[in-house]
């Protein structure tokens, strides 16, 4: 097993809670496979959270949702990567607060409290999807992927 592996990385999915069946189907095979790489010790923990498909910016029902995607942000800050186009703010309307939509599946994989991977991110040379996620593991490759 390469080094990569063998440190205590620990992953977080969060998901949206209501998409269409093809979707759903799609996110329990990508949670079973990351639960299989738990159990192979690949991974020490896999950790599964639900969120809507968009909150309002400065909603305090979605705070925890808010404080990730903060988290998320304040990370990649001074990186070459980028949460968008994946994670988009929208105007409300009218009287409406700003809308944050979220991606239907997102995964961070933390070394202990630190973020070393955000998946869905764009970077320069193209994105990093939650599949190459799925890849890296397969493959027993490094799962950071911030410069």
């Given at each position: 097993m390469s080094l990569a592996?063998?440190?205590?990385?620990?992953?977080e999915v969060y998901m949206r809670a209501f998409v269409p069946w093809e979707a759903q189907q799609r996110q329990r095979k990508m949670v079973e496979t990351l639960r299989d790489h738990a159990e192979s010790d690949a991974l020490s923990e896999v950790s599964v959270n639900l969120w809507s498909s968009r909150v309002g910016v400065g909603d305090d029902s979605a705070e925890e949702t808010l404080e990730t995607v903060a988290e998320i942000?304040?990370?990649?800050?001074g990186t070459d990567y980028s949460m968008e186009p994946f994670f988009k703010t929208r105007p409300g309307r009218k009287h409406e607060q700003e809308k944050l939509t979220l991606p239907i599946m997102c995964v961070l994989v933390r070394d202990g409290d630190d973020i070393c991977g955000v998946y869905p991110c764009s970077k320069p040379?193209?994105?990093e999807s939650v599949p190459d996620l799925l890849d890296k593991l397969a493959n027993e490759q490094a799962l950071s992927n911030l410069a």
């Open positions: 592996l063998t440190r205590e990385l620990t992953v942000e304040a990370t990649l800050e040379d193209g994105t």
